[in-house]
Nanobody, 122 residues
Framework: QVQLVESGGGLVQAGGSLRLSCAAS????????MGWFRQAPGKEREFVAA????????YYTDSVKGRFTISRDYAKNTVYLQMNSLKPEDTAVYYC???????????????WGQGTQVTVSS
């Protein structure tokens, strides 16, 4: 089992920045990738970004490219999502997730955090 705890959400004005953190504990040695997803009210959960734990390779959905940066601290078992130039449409609950198997980076995550709210006001 892997436990994930997110932090760093909040309320910010459009154009502002936030940094989300996700601390992993438990059976982290089996981690293949860590990702961030988000779910806005009335919408399905969507992939935001992911990082391959070993290589550090990163992936982003098109709508956040150039604005968001995912990174990991291998020693702290922590993944971050730096969000800049935030827009009202970025408002959502953001979830951290852990994937133990290789494959399409957007799918098949095994463990999920509880989520943290990000609200961007216009």
């Amino acid at each position: 089992q892997v436990q994930l705890v997110e932090s760093g959400g909040g309320l910010v004005q459009a154009g502002g920045s936030l940094r989300l953190s996700c601390a992993a504990s438990g059976r982290t040695f089996s981690t293949y990738a860590m990702g961030w997803f988000r779910q806005a009210p009335g919408k399905e959960r969507e992939f935001v970004a992911a990082v391959i734990w070993g290589s550090g390779s990163t992936y982003y959905t098109d709508s956040v490219k150039g604005r968001f940066t995912i990174s990991r601290d291998y020693a702290k078992n922590t993944v971050y999502l730096q969000m800049n130039s935030l827009k009202p449409e970025d408002t959502a609950v953001y979830y951290c997730a852990c994937k133990e198997t290789s494959g399409i980076i957007r799918y098949n995550y095994d463990y999920w955090g509880q989520g943290t709210q990000v609200t961007v006001s216009s």
